[in-house]
């Protein structure tokens, strides 16, 4: 970061604020929507913006945060692969007096002051959601088997937690096998293959922690002869275009969106934060969603953005 810069015009170089993004991988649709906002709302800004992602494995991310560190960025924006595990690089931020904020997946840490703040899904919500839709879907009766996302992460434990919560109260609806097919397409199949193997004609429902997963999910099913979204009901979570697709085509019952196009609000902080005026964030953002069904996918697929 420069010195010596003399006047506040955004096109000199060394008054740029230079903000760094730690992003998890790019495993699917949803996660490449995510970066492609952030970069762009960071561009809207003026901002220069360093990229690095862990290709979901956190030591990736933890060699980037702290080179970023070290680096003397004016900012850091962290979307956390897993929960825990980041107190230390946390620390050394703050001992440089960076500012970081939380994307997107939240940590757990003992000290709040780590980060100024974060913004994210309310991912436990979309759990609780996917879960009332299956039950009212199914009549309160339905073998279930869950696919999950990465293990620790945060929408993982959410969302299997909140789909847990609202169906605790149905004791028809059981869920049979539960495994995580790690937010990916590819592997979302391959769990679902396995599932078939095992259970075959049992299963009434799937559950995917999101729509990557369910559309491997679905290549499974057709591949075992079944008709997917008729013999085997299936609910995802994230909404992005190729669900909607899906839908249309009626292969997939319903998605509960999870929105990924977060860059504004996250450069809006960082905003915020590099004017001084870090103390008017609220220290938690939960960003609400809806739900769609089927039957209303080919009426707003055209308005999706994602
Ligand atoms: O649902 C999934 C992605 O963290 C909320 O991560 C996000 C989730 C999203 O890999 O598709």
């Known amino acids: 970061v420069g010195c010596g810069g003399s006047s506040d015009n955004a096109g000199g170089d060394d008054d740029t604020p230079v903000i760094a993004f730690v992003q998890t991988g790019a495993d699917n649709d949803w996660r490449n929507a995510h970066t492609v906002s952030v970069k762009e709302a960071a561009a809207d800004k003026g901002y220069d913006l360093r990229f690095a992602e862990g290709?979901?494995?956190?030591?990736?991310?933890?060699?980037?945060?702290?080179?970023?560190?070290?680096?003397?960025?004016?900012?850091?924006?962290?979307?956390?692969?897993?929960?825990?595990?980041?107190?230390?690089?946390?620390?050394?931020?703050?001992?440089?007096?960076?500012p970081v904020?939380?994307?997107?997946?939240?940590?757990?840490?003992?000290?709040?002051?780590?980060?100024?703040?974060?913004?994210?899904?309310?991912?436990?919500?979309?759990?609780?959601k996917a879960g009332?839709?299956?039950?009212?879907?199914?009549?309160?009766?339905?073998?279930?088997?869950?696919?999950?996302?990465?293990?620790?992460?945060?929408?993982?434990?959410?969302?299997?937690?909140?789909?847990?919560?609202?169906?605790?109260?149905?004791?028809?609806?059981?869920?049979?096998?539960?495994q995580s097919g790690e937010f990916r397409r590819s592997k979302g199949k391959e769990v679902m293959e396995a599932f078939l193997k095992k259970y075959g004609d049992d299963i009434d429902a799937v559950y995917a922690h999101n729509d990557d997963m369910a559309i491997g999910a679905i290549q499974a099913i057709e591949d075992?002869?079944?008709?997917?979204?008729?013999?085997?009901?299936?609910?995802?979570?994230?909404?992005?275009?190729?669900?909607?697709?899906?839908?249309?085509?009626?292969?997939?019952?319903?998605?509960?969106?999870?929105?990924p196009l977060q860059g504004p609000l996250a450069m809006e902080a960082v905003e915020k934060i590099l004017s001084g005026q870090a103390d008017q964030l609220d220290k938690v953002t939960l960003i609400e969603d809806s739900v769609f069904e089927m039957e209303q996918a080919a009426d707003v697929i055209e308005s999706r953005k994602y």
Do not use: H
């Not at 075992?224 to 013999?231: I, L, R, T, V, Y």
């Open 55 to 98: 290709q979901s494995k956190q030591e990736n991310q933890i060699k980037a945060f702290s080179s970023f560190v070290n680096q003397g960025v004016d900012a850091i924006i962290l979307a956390p692969i897993v929960e825990t595990g980041w107190d230390n690089v946390l620390e050394k931020a703050k001992k440089r007096n960076i």
């Open 101 to 128: 904020v939380i994307l997107d997946r939240k940590v757990k840490t003992d000290d709040e002051s780590l980060y100024v703040t974060y913004i994210g899904a309310d991912t436990y919500t979309e759990g609780k």
């Open 224 to 259: 075992a002869g079944m008709k997917p979204a008729e013999d085997i009901v299936i609910v995802s979570v994230d909404g992005v275009r190729a669900a909607f697709e899906a839908m249309v085509d009626g292969k997939l019952n319903c998605t509960v969106e999870c929105n």
């Open 132 to 178: 009332k839709w299956l039950a009212e879907k199914m009549g309160g009766q339905a073998k279930v088997v869950e696919l999950q996302g990465n293990p620790g992460a945060s929408p993982t434990i959410n969302r299997f937690n909140g789909f847990r919560e609202a169906i605790a109260d149905q004791s028809g609806i059981e869920i049979i096998a539960s």
